[in-house]
């Protein structure tokens, strides 16, 4: 047997290796090209899509909510505030300079959600916090990067380290066997940015310290006004909901769950608020729709 | 030259006899005793900071700056709020960096904490030291927003200046750094890049950077208006981090683009900088580096 294989190879080695070189090539280059045509479509398709339309590029839907990602619910979030058209394009998440989620407006890509809301907000002539007081304005800002730049990192480690990025697969359809081979990668880049943003240097317990302090401020600051800046909404509350109704249903079992839902209530009704009145069609949005 | 020769030969005779194992061993004992040297001293810092007396706050820093008494925000910050808290403390520079690998750190009676916002909250809670007791609840909750974006935002901003714009050039001119410390100074600035591109601001383009930090910038001058203090009439934790950062802009940062914004621009927040520093830091120039 061992002999067969020897004289196979053997066989091979002598007259099969340009052969196989020029297979792998032509297969590499067959490949090449229909990534190409796919991506040519795939461009021409968004910029049929209209003019002033955006076209939304992110990871795919949830099934509890309508993207697994805080910073897509908040870009689809703020659209719907804005009343600015859009669609939504799972196929390529990740943007030319890899970020996401990133979009199209007539032909022009960009990316970073909060980037993205400020470039929407001048173009279309859209500004919620107008009718703030100069205070208020301020604080907005201020809550605004509590938000991405304090809660997103504490929440990202609940969910990548603490979590081991279970929950995140199990919500994800048609997961390639490839993206569970790669995860434990992917885990570990995750693991490198905490550490260098300086949260991940910190045990799991005072990583939820930290945060509750945070959650416990916004919830004073919100104390009962419907919205986080008074009786509107602004772009504050896009960002603030994009993150929170993550924890409401694609956190269980953290104890982020347990302060939005019970220590910190109204927070939790903050987050319905905001659901019923941005995403009245929430349910259909979700991976497996839930006909009313 | 004869001797040299026979000295050299000998040299070489011991060379070809001696094996590795040799080797080692003075390798090893060379270690061992640089290790002894240096757990030593260590044990004498230690006994050092723990005569400086009970509850007395031993911060552990990177030496003085030439403009500001430090070039961390962060050791401004914690320093500034001992100052406003009335805390006595003494500053240490033997190890700057502490458990975690963070800096500044302190040790207070034998313990050691890191992290400069949970060093306040501790010391706070330790001490009952609360600043904000005259404050209403929705204002302690913007205190810590503004906290926040200051510590989590406004400060990887400037750093992405000082070390990705201007290649930590600025900086070095307000340190007093040894000889063999300028040498191993781009690898610093090296690992900060690093660290930046990993936490998402160092991704961006400057021009992307330098809009965010204008609007953290002008939304603090909006909040603060005509008042004294960030808050109100009385200072409190959140106005020890605005002004060590802003402190920062304007002695550290005058190439950059925010001194202009804060010296001339938002000009309440630079009366803002020049109140606490007169109440807060009367011995300034005391504290600062030699040139």
């Known amino acids: ?292 | 030259m004869a001797l040299a020769a026979l000295l050299w030969e000998m040299v070489r005779l011991w060379w070809s006899f001696t094996n590795g194992a040799v080797l080692m061993v003075f390798a090893a004992a060379g270690g061992l005793w640089l290790a002894v040297f240096y757990l030593s001293d260590r044990k004498k810092n230690r006994d050092r900071w723990q005569q400086a007396g009970r509850d007395v706050i031993v911060v552990h820093c990177l030496s003085p700056g030439r403009f500001t008494p430090n070039t961390s925000p962060f050791v401004m910050k914690l320093l500034t709020f001992l100052r406003l808290a009335r805390l006595p403390h003494l500053v240490d520079h033997e190890e700057p960096f502490g458990p975690k690998g963070k800096t500044p750190w302190i040790t207070l009676n034998g313990e050691d904490f890191t992290d400069s916002h949970l060093i306040i909250e501790m010391l706070s809670d330790q001490y009952n030291i609360d600043l904000t007791n005259s404050l209403t609840a929705e204002q302690r909750a913007a205190a810590k927003a503004f906290t926040v974006m200051i510590d989590e935002h406004v400060c990887w901003c400037l750093r992405a200046w000082r070390f990705g714009e201007d290649g930590g050039s600025n900086l070095k001119e307000g340190l007093s750094l040894p000889f063999y410390k300028r040498l191993l100074f781009p690898l610093f600035v090296r690992e900060q890049r690093t660290a930046l591109w990993h936490q998402g601001v160092g991704r961006h383009s400057h021009a992307a950077v330098r809009a965010m930090m204008k609007e953290d910038l002008l939304a603090l001058s909006k909040y603060l208006g005509d008042k004294p203090f960030l808050m109100g009439d009385t200072a409190c934790a959140v106005d020890c981090s605005m002004f060590a950062f802003l402190a920062n802009i304007l002695y550290n940062y005058n190439r950059s683009p925010y001194y202009a914004v804060v010296n001339e621009e938002l000009v309440n927040l630079r009366q803002y900088v020049e109140r606490l520093k007169s109440q807060l830091w009367p011995d300034w120039d005391e504290c600062l580096a030699s040139p």
């Open chain 1, 1 to 292: 047997m061992l002999e067969a294989v020897v004289e196979g190879w053997w066989w091979w080695w002598q007259n099969g290796r340009v052969a196989t070189a020029a297979v792998v090539l032509l297969a590499f280059g067959v490949i090449s090209v229909k990534r190409y045509v796919a991506k040519k479509n795939r461009r021409r398709r968004w910029a049929a899509v209209g003019k002033d339309v955006v076209v939304v590029h992110g990871l795919g839907k949830g099934r509890r909510t309508p993207n697994l990602s805080p910073f897509v619910l908040t870009l689809e979030t703020y659209l719907r505030l804005a009343k600015i058209p859009y669609q939504m394009d799972y196929e390529e998440p990740f943007g030319p300079k890899g970020q996401s989620p990133w979009i199209t407006l007539n032909g022009q890509e960009m990316g970073d959600s909060q980037l993205i809301i400020q470039m929407l907000g001048r173009r279309f002539g859209k500004d919620f916090t107008a009718s703030l007081t100069k205070e208020q304005k301020g604080a907005a800002r201020a809550f605004n990067m509590m938000v991405t730049e304090h809660l997103a990192w504490g929440f990202r480690l609940w969910r990548w380290v603490e979590n081991k990025g279970r929950l995140m697969l199990q919500e994800m359809d048609r997961v390639p066997f490839i993206v569970r081979l790669l995860m434990p990668l992917k885990r570990r880049q995750i693991f490198k940015s905490l550490y260098f943003q300086g949260i991940g240097r910190h045990s799991a317990e005072e990583v939820h310290d930290i945060i509750e302090r945070d959650l416990a401020a916004i919830s004073f600051y919100l104390g009962d006004k419907p919205f986080l800046m008074g009786s509107d909404l602004c772009e504050v509350d896009c960002a603030l909901f994009g993150s929170l109704a993550q924890i409401m249903w694609n956190y269980s079992g953290s104890p982020y769950e347990t302060m939005v839902k019970v220590k910190y209530p109204n927070l939790k009704e903050y987050v319905l608020r905001v659901k019923e009145t941005l995403w009245p069609d929430w349910d259909q949005c979700l991976k497996r729709p839930k006909m009313s």
